[in-house]
């Protein structure tokens, strides 16, 4: 399942892209065919420009923002199933060929093609911060109640940044004024906590609340991611699954239909058999045959008996244009409708390497003369 991207309008579009030029999207597609992949579009307005010429088929797109590459790989919903696992597989190919990829996004909807989901995707911007992440943080430990401390003037406030003399004293301090203006003194633990409750250890605090909520976001955001490949894994695996069961079908359907088809040209070469043993008589009727070597039809009366098909231009001649001596001669005989694109055509090849192509008119008729060309060779 292999895919052509020999358009050299493609790697001159890329390395437009790639090099810093005007140029900042393209848009490449089949045209109609199966596997032949060609630039459709490339433009200069960026991702919006190329998500406004999206179709509903399987496109691929590369894209410059800033300084990073994204690949796109969209597949409308409306495509097939077939030709949906035959993107994927030609996605791999055009990735392979665009290394300076950052990202590759597969998506079923332009919706998805925003300028902020695709600058995420590609780590140039982050997803907007909680509202817990911008709130105040307040202290942990509550200041406890109590009643006025007379402080000397010197210590309180106490300065920011104080002398290394000056805190255990001012602490020493307001220890002695506590134990002797309280009946339940302090404890020397709540005291501390109360001179390190400090504007700065709040803004520290508030720092570091802040700094979590952002860690939270990001884990957040890469488990979405996580379980966003997952369910695209899971998705692949079931379109693969998909494609394989229909597969088995079609390949058990197509030995059932040759099974039949055995069986009844069976019974019809051993009817003709019979019918020239008993009467004589042989296969007759109109048929269009395209000889080896020649590229031309022609319709002609056959007439089969024994091991030699006879050829008239019509019923009523007694003389053939043209016969051939099957005995022994026929290597393989099988349905060409899909070789040749007509109905009820069929395909003789020849152990000398001969191969003669016909067609009749109904589907009865072209049974009856494989059967006859089969009890041609077999008769021998």
């Not at 300065?159 to 339940?184: F, N, R, Y």
């Not at 020649?294 to 089969?304: A, G, L």
Request: net charge neutral.
């Amino acid at each position: 399942m292999s895919c052509d991207l020999t358009d050299p309008a493609i790697l001159e579009a890329y390395q437009e892209i790639v090099s810093g030029a005007p140029t900042n999207w393209l848009i490449l597609g089949y045209h109609d065919t199966r596997d032949k992949i060609s630039l459709y579009y490339k433009g200069t307005g960026g991702l919006g420009e190329l998500a406004a010429n999206l179709k509903e088929e399987v496109l691929y797109g590369f894209v410059r923002i800033d300084d990073r590459f994204a690949l796109l790989a969209y597949v409308s919903e409306q495509v097939s199933g077939l030709r949906r696992a035959r993107a994927l597989v030609h996605g791999k190919a055009v990735g392979a060929l665009f290394k300076a990829s950052n990202v590759q996004i597969n998506t079923s909807t332009p919706a998805d093609l925003t300028e902020e989901k695709v600058r995420v995707r590609l780590g140039l911007l982050e997803g907007p911060p909680t509202p817990e992440a911008t709130s105040p943080v307040m202290p942990s430990t509550p200041v406890p109640v109590s009643s006025p401390v007379p402080a000397p003037r010197p210590v309180t406030p106490v300065s920011p940044a104080p002398a290394p003399e000056s805190v255990p004293i001012a602490i020493d301090t307001v220890m002695k004024q506590q134990e002797a203006s309280s009946p339940s003194p302090t404890p020397k633990s709540a005291t501390s906590r109360m001179g390190l409750s400090t504007p700065r250890t709040e803004r520290q605090m508030e720092i570091e609340a802040a700094e979590r909520k952002a860690r939270e976001e990001m884990e957040r955001q890469r488990r979405a991611e996580a379980d966003k490949r997952q369910r695209e894994t899971e998705e692949r695996k079931a379109r693969e699954q998909e494609l394989l069961a229909q597969k088995q079908a079609l390949e058990l359907e197509r030995k059932r239909k040759e099974e039949t088809d055995r069986v009844a040209r069976e019974a019809m070469k051993k009817q003709l058999i019979e019918m020239e043993r008993l009467r004589g008589m042989g296969l007759s009727g109109y048929i269009t045959i395209q000889s080896a070597g020649s590229p031309f039809w022609k319709r002609r009366f056959y007439v089969m008996r024994g091991q030699t098909v006879a050829f008239f231009r019509d019923d009523g001649e007694r003389v053939p244009v043209s016969q051939m001596n099957l005995g022994g001669q026929v290597r393989h005989v099988e349905d060409a409708s899909l070789e040749v694109l007509i109905p009820n055509s069929f395909r003789v090849d020849l152990k000398n390497g001969d191969t003669h192509y016909f067609f009749s008119d109904s589907t009865r008729d072209k049974e009856m003369a494989i059967a006859g060309f089969m009890k041609c060779n077999e008769s021998a």
